[in-house]
């Protein structure tokens, strides 16, 4: 499948850059796909590698059956030995990966630091809410190293990018400062970014918490991915928390130019009943709602936007491009939110 698309031109919002290597998609990696969400902090280390895995399958084409020099030179926990065996890169090709961003929740770690404290109410005046500003960001950028090593090890050159550290800030819980220019110079450098959910400063109220799916419709306004992947720990968007007896399985939600949205399939032969979305008490950003919400602000932008369940052969489909434009498959489960004129 082509992905080629015109450079993205002509930014005079918050001086972007121009982009001289279109993005093919961009990620969500939702935070409860690779974190075990009820122990503070604790990875799931068989999805994380597996979800790595299936990022380069789809990334660098023909991966699968090659050999993966690691990236990742740095002491773990059950080896002494970082030295790489630097011959081993002479007789290889330099990667070059298709262009993707990938963008991660925080899952067991930040949220846990950020409710405690009320980062996401502000407040910087108070050492309660400063402190948890700091641990907080101390969680985060300890999951986003672990992520982009996890990449690394699949011999992905992936670049941790910070939104705080970047200098991206919020004015009442808006993007009013963003500049992509280091994202951009990553991406034309052949690099993969990957952002995360961050404490950040914000104008109004001295800070709050810029939600990784926030992130994620704002690379998309501005750098226009051919399409988007939400990678969680379900199979998409149900009309009811999917554990609760009956919940139904969305297949495809229609956008209209408004902004409200459909259900288009299933279609439902109770009109009246209503989706209803939870969000966990320890969840500062809005959960599956800020999901939904954002993901049909991208639909708007005319972006195909795929809901989907992480480590599985739907997610890898997802992931290749393989859905767009067309009808989508009865062996395929998800959820597509798109566009509808």
Sequence with gaps: MDYQQKPVMGYNELNHPCLN??????????GAAI????????????DLQIVASQLKEVMVP???????IGMDWS?????SDISPNVDEFGDQDLIEPSNFIV?????????????????????????????????????????????VRALARESLPAIGMSPFSCGWSTCERNFSSANLSAVARTIDSSFIPVLHGDAVLDESQGCTILSGDVIIRYLAEHL???????????????????????ALLLREIAVKEDGSWSVLKPRQEDMSRRVEITVAAHDTTGGMMTKIS?????????????????TTTHSVRALRGELRGGIIPEDWLGTLVRFSA
């Design 224 to 246: 226009r991915p051919a399409y988007v992947v939400f990678l969680t720990d379900v199979l998409g968007v149900y009309d009811r928390p999917p554990s609760e007896p009956g």
């Design 103 to 147: 963008v991660h929740g925080a899952g067991s770690f930040g949220h846990f630091q950020a409710s405690k404290s009320g980062v996401h109410k502000g407040g910087l005046n108070h050492p309660l809410v400063k402190a948890g500003f700091v641990a907080t960001r101390i969680s985060v950028t300890n999951l986003n190293l672990e992520i």
């Design 35 to 46: 974190t075990c969400k009820n122990e503070i902090e604790k990875i799931n280390e068989e």
């Design 294 to 310: 954002e993901a049909a602000m991208i639909a708007k932008l005319g972006i195909d936007v795929y809901i989907v369940k992480a």
């Design 75 to 79: 002491k773990r926990v059950e080896s």
């Design 62 to 68: 023909g991966s699968s059956s090659s050999k993966s």
């Design 21 to 30: 290597r279109p993005i093919r998609c961009i990620v969500k990696l939702g």
